[in-house]
């Protein structure tokens, strides 16, 4: 991490919405450094670390980890890197993620802005059961998809009605093909001055 600020953009959205797609091509051409939260759990739980069952129990619930762990991972990360540009994907996730993360980082980082990567659950579902063939994750199927749709909409959504309410929202329809959700993405990021 640099002297200056880290600026820090979040991105959420539904399982399957194309978080981690449009990160990768924000990564090649803004240079930001690209931090899942989910890659990071899904990386300490095979770590076999202590937390590691835990994690992986929470994971295939979709449940929410409790917030002292990823933040923990998200801040390491965060401090191994040379930058000053964060993508932070898949975070925060509820009430308790978004309080957890102000209360230790918030005057730590530049926060600028939220994007919302937002399509149905139908489309959401039908992308992760595709992807289940290669991804090998343990919460790629119909029965954990169904709770992480849950908790999505009954942890999640109210988050990002806060960050709404701050103007930090920025809205993309995901439910388009990867090139247009992309074409937009870069819009905002434009606008945004990057
Ligand atoms: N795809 C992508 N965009 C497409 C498009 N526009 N058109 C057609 N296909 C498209 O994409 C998913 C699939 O869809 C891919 O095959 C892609 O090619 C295709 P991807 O970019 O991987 O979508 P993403 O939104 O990143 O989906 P992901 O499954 O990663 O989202 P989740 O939010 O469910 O998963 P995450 O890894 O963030 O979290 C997993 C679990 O970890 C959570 O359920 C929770 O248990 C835990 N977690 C926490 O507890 N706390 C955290 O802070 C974070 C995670
Ligand atoms: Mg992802």
């Known amino acids: ?3 200056t600020k880290p600026v820090v953009v979040f991105v959420l959205g539904p399982p399957g919405a194309g978080k981690g ?3 990768e091509r924000i990564v090649d051409t803004y240079k930001f450094k690209h ?3 989910g890659d990071l759990l899904r990386a300490e ?4 670390s202590e937390t590691a069952e835990l994690i992986n129990g929470y994971i295939k ?3 929410i980890v409790p917030v002292a762990i990823t933040i923990e991972l998200i801040h390491k990360a965060m401090e191994a890197h040379d930058g000053n540009l964060f993508l932070i994907d898949g975070f925060p996730r509820n009430a308790d993620n ?3 993360w102000a209360e ?4 730590k980082v530049d926060a600028r802005f939220v994007l919302f990567l937002d399509c149905d659950e139908e489309t959401s579902t039908q992308r992760c059961l595709q992807r289940a063939a290669s991804s090998g994750r343990v919460d790629d199927n119909v029965e954990s998809l169904k709770k992480r749709h849950r908790t999505y909409e009954e942890s999640t959504m109210p988050v990002i009605d806060l960050f709404r309410k701050e103007g930090m929202e920025r809205r993309v329809d995901a439910s388009e093909s990867i090139d247009a959700v992309w074409e937009k993405v870069k819009e905002i990021f434009a606008e945004a001055g990057f």
Not at 104 to 107: T, V
């Open 98 to 100: 978004f309080d957890g």
């Open 21 to 23: 797609t449009q990160c």
């Open 104 to 107: 230790r980082m918030g005057d």
């Open 1 to 3: 991490m640099s002297d």
């Open 45 to 48: 739980r095979n770590s076999g």
């Open 61 to 63: 619930e979709g449940k």
């Open 35 to 37: 931090l899942s939260a």
